[in-house]
């Protein structure tokens, strides 16, 4: 994936890699380009030397030599442990992005009426609201979504597994038709999974609130709309107007849109309960 060096050879890909401060490749499996490059004299031994021991240093301060297995009951105890797990939630809640809240639609009180997409039920009862499956019984429509994308590269390594492509939730789309219909039912509190940066432009007059998240479970995101635990979170980059702004953008250069929906840092709090 050679972006912006695409007229190098790959061996001056890797190189250039190292002399930018890579200490390590992940996702390729061609030692040899390292090797040809010293061979060559266009990478100095002493550099790999210096990334061997940084990495080896690494390794030593984790014990992974002296204690090279894992001990079953010390994971079991540690892994999953009630005050670990605690923490998490906490640090998921408030990571939380809150981009619009028209009328002070959140927090959520307890006892509010809700109507839930994906989102489990039990998990809404245990923070207090009370669950309708037909949203035209609750107060409010409670929806995850998340920003759309392609696979354009389902045959590649990681194209397989990335997602790619367009970021605008449109006409068609699970999300944004569920959106658009609930809305004219009922206040719509929209929670976006932002790993990309979504084009919210088609989609965010249908919600009276629009919560931003990074990959959260359900109770950090009942904590958060709840105001249990309030989200805190800046957006870490800006959420385009449309995708020809996104085309129009210099791909090396960081939220550079002109006019974006949402800026960079873009985030407020809920009001006081």
């Known amino acids: 994936m050679p972006w912006g060096v695409e007229t190098l050879s790959q061996r001056g890909r890797f ?16 030692p040899g ?4 490059a010293v061979h060559a004299g266009t990478l100095p031994e002493g550099r790999i030397d210096q990334s061997v021991a940084r990495i080896l240093a690494v390794k030593f301060q984790l014990g992974l030599f002296e204690n090279a297995l894992v001990d079953p ?30 009328g002070g639609l959140l927090p959520l009180r307890a006892g509010t009426r809700v109507y839930l997409s994906d989102i ?3 998990a809404a009862r245990a923070h207090g609201l009370t669950v309708f499956d037909d949203p035209a019984q609750a107060d409010v429509a ?57 084009v919210l432009t088609r989609v965010a007059g249908s919600a009276r609130a629009i919560i931003g998240n990074f990959g959260i479970g359900d109770d950090a995101l009942l904590a958060a709309v709840t105001g249990a635990i309030p989200p805190r979170g800046r957006l870490p980059f800006e959420l385009p107007r449309s995708m020809e702004a996104v085309r129009r953008q210099n ?10 929906f949402y800026a960079f840092g873009a985030g407020s709090s809920l009001p006081d309960q």
Not at 82 to 90: L, Q, T, Y
């Open 15 to 30: 190189v250039k890699g190292v002399a930018a401060g890579l200490d390590q490749f992940g996702g390729v499996e061609t």
């Open 33 to 36: 380009v390292i090797i040809d």
């Open 73 to 102: 009951e010390a994971a079991a105890r540690v892994v999953g442990a009630p005050d670990i797990r605690r923490e998490a939630e906490r640090v998921q809640a408030t990571a939380q992005v809150l981009l619009k809240n028209d």
């Open 120 to 122: 489990d039920g039990a």
């Open 142 to 198: 409670l929806v995850r979504a998340a920003t759309p994308y392609e696979t354009p590269h389902p045959f590649h390594f990681f194209g397989s597994r990335q997602h790619e492509g367009r970021l605008d939730l449109r006409p068609g789309d699970k999300d944004h038709d569920a959106i658009v219909r609930l809305a004219r039912i009922k206040p719509v509190v929209m929670a976006i999974f932002l790993d990309r940066p979504a």
């Open 251 to 260: 791909p090396a250069d960081p939220d550079d849109s002109g006019e974006p």
